[in-house]
């Protein structure tokens, strides 16, 4: 004779969709309690979030006055890297940081905040030499490059920073490669 079945239990929530939902817990805590802790300066001397965000602002600021240059150099480009220019501006603000009136009439050492000045002179910034290549196609893969470069600056610096700036790096990096996927297409 065959035993009979087992008795059907009632399903509840599976294993696999309580650990998620434990490590989501764990991760969205685990953030919340990051950014409270690493903005806290050390008695006048800037925290290593601050010294992050500064460093951040002051690249991107370089960054605008790349595509000033280009722009400048280059006014046909302008239909295409007017929107690049304006969401870069918009990574110095979130940044914290300030850019000049538009157009390429400013410079970094003009506008530097306090925030800005904290970096140091050791930041490598895309804007070492603000000059623009001799065509289109040239100026394009120059900003694509600067634009790369300073991602993959900013997806490094993520190991070092947590909260709301390890976020607001990671997004604004992922920006920064989609401006360059761009700017490459449309050298091509």
Request: charged fraction near 20%; aromatic fraction near 2%.
């Amino acid at each position: 004779m065959p035993f009979p079945p087992p008795p059907r239990i009632p399903s509840g929530p599976r294993r696999r969709t309580l650990l998620a939902s434990a490590a989501g817990a764990v991760l969205l805590a685990g953030c919340s309690d990051a950014a409270e802790d690493s903005g806290g300066g050390t008695g006048g001397s800037p925290s290593l979030t601050e010294r992050t965000r500064a460093r951040a602002a002051l690249d991107s600021r370089g960054l605008v006055q790349r595509y000033d240059a280009v722009l400048a150099a280059r006014p046909a480009l302008a239909g295409r890297l007017a929107p690049l220019r304006a969401e870069v501006v918009r990574h110095v603000e979130a940044f914290g940081g300030r850019v000049p009136g538009p157009g390429p009439t400013g410079s970094v050492g003009s506008s530097a905040s306090s925030a800005g000045s904290s970096a140091g002179p050791s930041v490598a910034s895309p804007s070492a030499s603000p000059s623009a290549p001799g065509d289109d196609k040239s100026a394009l893969v120059s900003l694509a490059a600067a634009e790369k470069e300073l991602a993959d600056r900013r997806t490094a610096a993520l190991v070092d920073v947590d909260g709301e700036l390890a976020r607001l790096l990671a997004s604004v990096a992922a920006a920064g490669a989609v401006h360059a996927y761009l700017l490459t297409e449309a050298a091509k």
